[in-house]
Every structure is written in structure tokens, then in C-alpha cells.
């Protein structure tokens, strides 16, 4: 078995008590089947102590005031202080730990929905790297994929990542390139899709020139002009954004907030210009969003082996990155008068609050992927006129 985790994955550590954002709220934890069976088994008093914060029907802890039932007033878990850690169902005793199964493969990552991990991912100034070690261990996912394609999935992200750290661009045009080549790479998947038999050859082919199309990426355009389309896009992806499930009751009046601080707020001229000051305040800073990006890449790219849309996903990722960035330009712009200097703390919070409302929702992951694939607003032509 092969494990495959980013360089600070075993760094982490729950700061209890003292996080700013509890992963005991905003949420229903649902319970599984192996530790819900536990629950019902206890001795009579155990019993009558975990079930009366078990909703049966949802087989999930009941939520109050919109917290876990077992979070008591210092923002720690009753669960563990009386039961121990070992009385965790596997959501709460993992997370922010996040694994997929690829067979034999499997990946680890943290969750940037957690403050503590959102920092680990964004305020360091070294290039993501990724740790490999291999056990004697095997494993089998419970779903088929083809591990002909994964094999020139795994190629092809290298190229993605190398794109997406190379600093000597800024980032925008690292994620126009990336649009660019996964486009062209999308066209290669479908064609090897369509092949009667999945010849090696022909496939290792089809990756060769897959992989050659980042040497022809279209220039960016003029900063200006990226500019104006995406004050009049952005707000059409916004309206998206509130057309999703509602993981935070908060989300549409910080959504509605951005929208009404950057588009309608502002003038097109406007919003140029606080986009080009903002842009000026962040040069010393972009490597924040690369972290995102690669995150976002990290994490999804290669869920195309099960159904062969890698370009859904990899504009969910550039548009996750973007929209981030647009929650910090908003805060930049609505603090401009008092000349507050954005601190990295509040990048990071946009970061984790994004998350929170978008990864912990299957529902919101396969409405996004279906859109970014689909919807004439979200052509590769049309998100990269913005960057």
C-alpha cells in the first residue's frame, strides 16, 4: 500500500477549547454504523447518557442552539471528558483527517475547514510538497476505477502542481495555464474513454500529448481587462453560491455582504482599482493562494478517475481559490478608509469559513462540479477572462 500526505500533515494538533471556529458547530455529525451499535450496547446508565444526545432518525448528536449537544459552555466535549476518546464515532475522532482510497493508493489530507489546519495551508512561505511511504499493507476501494487512467491522472496533476508553484508567474495566469492545459487534457480523457479496448500504448500516446499542452497556453490578458470581466462574472458565480445547501445559517448574509461591498457597491472603475491596490498589497503574498490552489487540486483532481471529468473539478479548485480571494478583497476595500492593514489571520479565516460551507456538503461538491462542467458561464474561454 502507498501513502501519500502533504509535508506538514503530521504537524497538526487540536487546539481544543481555544479554536476560534469549533468543528462542535454549524454542523450535524453523523454518526456510523460500528459506534452507533456501540452506543446502543453500553451498560444501562452509559446508554441513557450518550442516547439522550442521539437523534435516532438522523442517526446523528443532536444539535442545540447550533452546537453539538456534548459541547459544553468552555468548548470542550462532554463525550471525551466522561467516556474517553475511544466513545467517538469515526467523523469526530478523524477529522480534520480526510483519506481516499484509490485501491492500493491511498491519499491523506486535512480538512482547511478546520482553523488550526487552514493556517498549517496558508501562512507558510515554502513550496507544497508531498510525503510517499509504502507498506507491506494492502487494500481495496469499494468502487471500480481504471487504473490505466489513474496512472495518467497521477502524470498529469505532477504537471498541474509544477504549473500552479511556479512563482516566476503570478497567480493568476499559473491558473489560466491550468485551465488552459486541463481543457485540452479533458478533450485526451474523453477520447481514451471512448476507446472499445484500453490499449497501454495508445493510452501512454494520449497522456504524451496531454502533458505538451502546457508549452501552448494562451498569454493572459491585460490585468484590466481580466479585471472588468470579473466584476461583471463574479456576481453571476456569487448568485450560484447562494443557490447551494446551507451548511452555515451565516453563509448568504456574508455572501450578500461581498456582493453588495465589491459589485453593486462599487462602480466597475471602482472595483478596478481596489482590485489593482489590493493585488499591489498581496505581491509579497500570493504564495497564500498557491497553498489554496494546490490544496484544492490535492484534494479533488483525482475523483475524475471514477467518472473522467477532471476539468470540473479543477475549475471548483480556481474558483474556490478566486472566490477566497474575493471574500479578502472585500474586507480590504470595506477597511480602506480606516487604513486597517489586513492581517493573515483574516485571509486564513475566509479560507476555513469557505470551506466549511462548500467541503462538508456532498451535495454542494456535486452541484459545483456539475455546474463548473456544465453551465455556459463556466467555459474555460469564460473563467479564464477573468484571471
Known sequence: MEYRMPDYYNEFECIAGDCPCTCCSGWGVYIDDRTYEKYKDCDADRKEYIMKHVDDDEQCFKICDGRCSFLNDDKLCDLIIREGESMLCDTCRRYPRHFEIYGNQIEAALSMSCPVVARMIIDRKRVDKFKVRSTDKKTNTAKEFDKRLLSILMEVRKDIFAIAKDRTKRIDQRMRDILFVTGRVQEVIYKYEKMPVKVPILADKLLKQATEF?????????????????????????????????????????VNDIVEILYTGCTEEQYIQAAKQYEEFLADYEYEYEHILVYFLYTYFLGGVYDGNIIGMVKMSI?????????????????????????????????????????????????????????????????????
Open 319 to 387: 474558483f474556490s481559490t478566486m472566490f477566497i480571494r474575493e471574500m479578502s478583497l472585500a474586507d480590504f476595500y470595506r477597511n480602506r478608509k480606516k487604513r486597517k492593514k489586513q492581517t493573515v489571520d483574516k485571509r486564513i479565516e475566509h479560507a476555513y469559513l469557505y470551506s466549511r460551507q462548500i467541503e462538508h456538503s456532498d451535495e454542494n461538491l456535486l452541484s459545483l462540479e456539475g455546474i463548473f462542467t456544465a453551465h455556459p458561464l463556466c467555459s474555460v474561454d469564460k473563467m479564464a477572462s477573468i484571471l
Open 214 to 254: 502546457s508549452k501552448i497556453c494562451p498569454k493572459s490578458t491585460t490585468t484590466t481587462n481580466a479585471l472588468s470581466n470579473r466584476y461583471h462574472l463574479m456576481k453571476e458565480y456569487l448568485d450560484m453560491l447562494l443557490g447551494l445547501e446551507m451548511i452555515n445559517d451565516e453563509w448568504p448574509a456574508l
